[in-house]
């Protein structure tokens, strides 16, 4: 192949929608090559050599963080890497129309893409292109490659979305959320969307309900399961024999998550975790149900063309539309139900940033809206939010409900902070719980609930050698990097002590344990019996970003953090917990990382909660 060759058919699908020109090229100053990946930070504040400058994914104003940051340092940027697509490595085997696909559906590709795609890592490097069925994309593991990506995504970044669920919303003909939306539509939104959850000022005023919803979710725990007196453990100090049996965590935590959305998006109570305590039926279970099973259909539609298994009217075509619209029937009588209350609210109630309410009321006061928009922005961050929160929950309990040491050190670093205190863990209290948090960015690493990145760019890059052209899509799969032994030393080994850090105390006191900042190169030290395992490094961290970074990174990442960090630190705080399950649980790739089977635990109640 001729040195430099490059398609020029975009690889964007029909289906997805183009940026029109005048918007693409407003922004086409924002393509320009980030300075030299592997090099030392400039700012002074790098002391990894492995890691550059950060994206802050944080930043309420993200879009313009990300824009400063690159327009800062514009070169001229060219692609001229040598070789081009048609060389980039790719499986045998590949078949006109087909691809790879019987190749892939003999691995079990549906539930197990995460598998594949890191055997095809192994086989064919750092990247690879490969088509399966309709979906051909290349695919990059090096995290290098992945920051150069991200900083080159431009002003309105774009994602991959599922075809069938645009064709589902083209026929449905109904507005969707955040996730569907590109150029200035996204933006305008997501500017407002970025005030109301990742402003700094927006999630201290929803602590309070984060805390009361835990309460009320362990209150429901032991009135299903009236705390048991089981024969007390010789010599184990804390636990007093007294336990609860959990058959299903993620069941109970979906619950959890979406009463816990409920009081951030609405400011109201769903009624959730009724069926909790009554083991009863419920809109929730249907809920789950539902988008269980939109996610799984989605994943073969993925492989398979949807418009053609719609003419077909194929059996998961069916099973993909009646999901679906239950899911959003019954997300929309959530809504409907709350926006009925903030309907009444008075006005001076109505803006979140001003202390008041709740999301959904702000959206309302703005008047930029029409109630059918306002539903699919709030149905969006419904939806978003209770599968993502009650997967990593559920793994973070699997986890840690596996591993006493972690637990320990938890449990002594909330009795630390909080000590006594029986009300409410307070926002400034959660900042100095640095193992809590490290808890959660570990499960994240070896579980990341989205199992891949995706971009098209607007400019042609050059990755490894390779030009990878414009609307290209560029998948970034986050298992195979988060366990990357390349990355991670012990990738596989849940070793939360790798995202910390220790400072010697200059007023003489105990050393300082802080949060790392993201390098995970051990540098060559044992992980497992150090606290200075992440040393050094300043910046976010590539290969494992289970939020994304950039302008178009989770929009609700700090609620995320905020709820599985107090979760995590309050029923450990309360509870030994012990995973009872029987054996290793693996992966279901249902679009998220879910486990395969139920996670049981049990929790013991501790002495001194
Ligand atoms: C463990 C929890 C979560 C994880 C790991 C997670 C991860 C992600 C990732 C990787 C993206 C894609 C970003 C991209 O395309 O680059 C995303 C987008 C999104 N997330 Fe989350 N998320 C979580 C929780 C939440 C919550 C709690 C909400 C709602 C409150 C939410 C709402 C959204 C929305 C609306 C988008 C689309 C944003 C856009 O297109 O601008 N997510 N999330």
């Not at 200035?184 to 309070?208: D, G, K, T, Y």
């Not at 990355?487 to 300082?512: C, I, M, Y």
């Given at each position: ?341 903030v309907l009444q609210r008075p006005e001076s109630e109505t803006d979140v940033s001003e202390g008041k309410p709740d999301v959904c009321s702000s959206l309302m006061a703005l008047q930029r809206y029409d109630l059918d928009e306002v539903a699919a922005l ?232």
């Amino acid at each position: 192949m001729a040195r430099g060759f490059r398609l020029t058919t975009p690889r964007l699908s029909s289906q997805q929608s183009f940026i029109p020109a005048r918007v693409a090229s407003s922004h086409a100053a924002a393509q320009v090559l980030v300075p030299s990946v592997g090099k030392a930070a400039g700012d002074g504040t790098s002391r990894c050599p492995h890691l550059q400058r950060e994206v802050s994914t944080l930043s309420f104003a993200m879009d313009e963080v990300i824009m400063a940051d690159t327009v800062s340092k514009v070169t001229n940027h060219r692609v001229n890497s040598g070789r081009g697509y048609e060389d980039i490595p790719r499986p045998k085997g590949s078949i006109p129309f087909m691809g790879t696909w019987i190749d892939a559906l003999r691995h079990g590709v549906v539930t197990r893409v995460h598998e594949y795609v890191d055997m095809r890592y192994k086989q064919l490097g750092p990247i690879y292109r490969e088509k399966l069925g309709k979906l051909e994309a290349v695919y990059i593991f090096d995290p290098q490659d992945v920051q150069r990506v991200f900083m080159r995504e431009g002003r309105h970044p774009r994602h991959v979305i599922p075809e069938a669920w645009l064709l589902h919303r083209e026929i449905t003909d109904k507005p969707r959320g955040l996730f569907f939306m590109d150029g200035e539509e996204w933006l305008s939104r997501r500017r407002v969307i970025n005030q109301l959850l990742l402003h700094p000022r927006a999630l201290p005023h929803f602590s309070q309900r984060i805390n009361d919803t835990i309460n009320d979710l362990i209150k429901h725990w032991t009135n299903r399961s009236p705390v048991s007196t089981t024969a007390a453990p010789p010599n184990t100090g804390d636990p007093t024999g007294q336990s609860i049996t959990i058959n299903n965590i993620q069941e109970d935590v979906f619950n959890w998550s979406i009463e816990c959305v409920g009081t951030v998006l609405f400011n109201q109570r769903l009624g959730c975790l009724a069926s909790i305590a009554e083991d009863t039926a419920s809109d929730t279970e249907a809920f789950v149900q539902a988008i269980q099973d939109t996610f799984r259909t989605t994943m073969v539609l993925t492989l398979f063309p949807p418009k053609l298994a719609r003419a077909l009217s194929l059996p998961v075509w069916w099973k993909f539309v009646r999901s679906m619209d239950t899911s959003l029937t019954i997300a929309r009588r959530f809504i409907d139900n709350s926006m009925k209350a903030v309907l009444q609210r008075p006005e001076s109630e109505t803006d979140v940033s001003e202390g008041k309410p709740d999301v959904c009321s702000s959206l309302m006061a703005l008047q930029r809206y029409d109630l059918d928009e306002v539903a699919a922005l709030t149905a969006d961050l419904f939806s978003g939010a209770a599968h993502t929160i009650s997967n990593a929950l559920a793994w973070a309990f699997y986890l840690v409900g596996q591993d006493q040491r972690v637990q320990d050190k938890i449990y002594e670093e909330v009795q630390r902070v909080v000590g006594s205190e029986t009300g409410a863990i307070t926002p400034d209290m959660l900042k100095e719980m640095v193992y809590v948090k490290a808890v959660i960015r570990e499960t994240l690493r070896l579980y990341p609930i989205v199992p891949f990145h995706t971009r098209y760019l607007y400019e042609d890059i050059s990755i490894q050698g390779y030009t990878v052209p414009a609307n290209t899509l560029i998948m970034m799969p986050t298992y195979s990097m988060g366990r990357d032994e390349k990355t991670f030393a012990q990738a596989d080994k849940f070793l939360p002590e790798r995202w910390l850090r220790k400072r010697s105390n200059k007023a003489g006191g105990n050393d300082v344990i802080s949060e790392g900042n993201g390098c995970p190169f051990n540098h060559g030290k044992d992980v497992s019996s150090s606290t200075d395992t992440a040393t050094g490094g300043t910046n976010v961290n590539y290969a494992t970003i289970p939020f994304a970074v950039g302008a178009r990174a989770c929009v609700g990442r700090r609620l995320a953090e905020t709820e599985m960090h107090l979760m995590l630190a309050k029923v450990i705080k309360q509870f030994r917990v012990k995973y009872t399950g029987d054996g290793p649980v693996g992966i279901d790739l249902r679009m998220i990382t879910a486990p395969k089977d139920p996670i049981k635990l049990r929790l013991e109640l501790r002495d001194s909660p």
